[in-house]
Nanobody, 125 residues
Framework: QVQLEESGGGLVQVGGSLRLSCAASGRTYNFATMGWFRQPPGKERECVALIRWSDGGTYNADSVKGRFTISRDNAKKSVYLQMNSLKPEDTAVYFC??????????????????WGQGTQVTVSS
């Protein structure tokens, strides 16, 4: 079984930066796609950014384009989310997710079988 563990969340002021990390452990597994989702208080979980493991191709939600960057480290089986110019509306629990099947850049949570426990990001104004 594969486990995903996020780290790097916290409290930051408007305009600040944070870097989230997600490490895969357990049974060796090759993900086709990994990504980051977030769930603001009282709202649905939404896709933030995705990365295709084979070639590093990426997808970013319109709300984070130009501010967030997703990347991966094959050797460490890790994926990262660099978040810059943070806004109060970025406040959410951020989840790492992985899919073993290549569905392309699907933004629905239904296409992802593996999830981390989440890490809180709070942006204060």
């Amino acid at each position: 079984q594969v486990q995903l563990e996020e780290s790097g969340g916290g409290l930051v002021q408007v305009g600040g930066s944070l870097r989230l990390s997600c490490a895969a452990s357990g049974r060796t597994y090759n993900f086709a796609t990994m990504g980051w989702f977030r769930q603001p208080p009282g709202k649905e979980r939404e896709c933030v950014a995705l990365i295709r493991w084979s070639d590093g191709g990426t997808y970013n939600a319109d709300s984070v384009k130009g501010r967030f960057t997703i990347s991966r480290d094959n050797a460490k089986k890790s994926v990262y989310l660099q978040m810059n110019s943070l806004k109060p509306e970025d406040t959410a629990v951020y989840f790492c997710a992985g899919s073993a099947i290549n569905y392309g850049f699907r933004t629905s949570r239904d296409f992802y079988d593996y999830w981390g426990q989440g890490t809180q990001v709070t942006v204060s104004s």
